[in-house]
């Protein structure tokens, strides 16, 4: 098949949606399809198989976007006319310009459509001082739906969770596939027993941001009385970084904040006692999903806007949104009992395998596969 993804942001490899946007691409190409990428990534620029279109100038709004590393494509519909010509399926990535633009280019040509859900609406108002406000978040949802998802002829949804809550916000069904991104091998390596030498080391990895809410990890260690025991490990980066090292500083906690390339972070993974999964808002959490397949327990939030509540075996795995007490306690019990750490990682042994990447992957090219074929026999 020809197929054309379209990513309105692409980037580095050091979030869920670039990270599923390499993974998808990569898949599909050692399958033999002929896959073009559309994006605005200048450092693509006269590669093989990638479509270069400028970078959209919103003024002030880009003085925010690049704020939080983001930068989001120009739809150029000269460039974009062009990439689809020919193309079996169209698969956007975001309900951004870029997207919405090939969409209907590609609706107007009878080329089929699909497009993952990976932005929730609080992904968007965060940016605005406007993540816990219903009704901006509800017009978001409705705006997604307006612009991209009516068009398309197949949305992906990685959970169940982004799915049920997308259909409730517009009101209604559209045809679909719940397909998880999936982890990649690498994690899955076998773990070897950790002997202690030092502090227990709780790992939380993700986009330093306002929705990750990390800083309810901080203080749980401060709060609970688990300083002199706990050492923190925060894998990421983002915005609220230097917000997060003050904060850890005056409340004296032993934190470490660093970046790690994908190619460290397994071993990263396999170095921790116990994993934390602070979000508040997630439509799936591949990095919770990585930790799991490392063979690290985890501690989840239960917030009513997280999907990866469900990635939770019991209570000891979840934790109260906003409650750092709740979670000081959950972390306890874990350091208090480590022989539960091995019962639990035992328990997690089916779970983790259903989220295999190659196995997801596999999914997603049968979902282009059979959106080309309706059309053509249409």
């Known amino acids: 098949m020809k197929i054309v993804i379209v990513c309105d942001v692409l980037g580095k490899p050091n979030n869920g949606t670039t990270l599923a946007a390499y ?32 970078v ?11 704020k939080n590393n983001v930068s989001l494509a120009k739809a150029d519909k000269r460039v974009l006319a062009r990439a689809i010509e020919g193309a079996d399926a169209v698969h956007v990535l975001m309900p951004f310009p870029l997207g919405i633009a090939a969409a209907k280019l590609a609706k107007k040509e009878g080329i089929p459509v699909t497009a993952s859900f990976h932005a929730q609406a609080e992904n968007v108002t965060a940016h605005i001082a406007c993540m816990n406000n219903r009704l901006a978040n509800r017009i978001t949802y409705l705006c997604f739906y307006r612009l991209l998802y009516r068009r398309v002829d197949c949305v992906h949804y990685p959970t169940q969770f982004i799915k049920e809550l997308f259909e409730k916000q517009i009101g209604r069904e559209l045809p679909c596939r719940v397909i998880s991104n999936g982890v990649n091998d690498v994690f899955f390596a076998p773990r070897e027993e950790r002997r202690h030498s030092g502090k227990f080391t709780v790992l939380c990895t993700g986009r330093f941001s306002k929705e990750k809410a990390q ?11 688990l300083k002199e025991e706990v050492r923190l490990l925060f894998a990421g980066c983002g915005p609220r970084e230097k917000k997060l090292k003050r904060l850890a500083r005056r409340l004296g906690v032993d934190a470490d ?21 602070t979000a508040v808002v997630e439509i799936e959490a591949i990095s919770c999903l990585e930790a799991i397949a490392a063979g690290l327990v985890p501690i989840i939030c239960d917030s009513k806007r997280s999907a990866t509540k469900n990635f939770a075996l019991d209570g000891h795995c979840l934790f109260r949104a906003g409650d750092p007490r709740d979670l000081a306690g959950k972390i306890a019990y874990f350091l208090r009992a480590p022989e539960q ?31 080309a074929a309706s059309k053509k026999h249409a």
């Open 215 to 225: 800083h309810t990890l901080i203080q749980a260690v401060a709060k609970g009385g």
């Open 341 to 371: 750490i091995g019962a639990y990682r035992e328990k997690y042994g089916d779970f983790r395998e259903q989220f295999r990447q190659e196995d997801q992957m596999r999914k997603m090219e049968e979902m282009l596969a059979d959106v």
């Open 56 to 66: 959209q100038n919103w003024g002030p709004i880009n003085l925010i976007l690049k």
């Open 257 to 277: 904040f660093r970046f790690y390339p994908r190619s460290e972070l397994p071993a990263v993974l396999r170095s921790a006692d116990l994993y934390v999964h």
């Open 23 to 54: 993974n998808l691409i990569g898949y599909l190409k050692e399958r033999g399809h002929d896959v073009t990428v559309v994006c605005a990534d200048r450092d693509k620029r006269g590669e093989a198989g990638f479509v270069v279109v400028p």
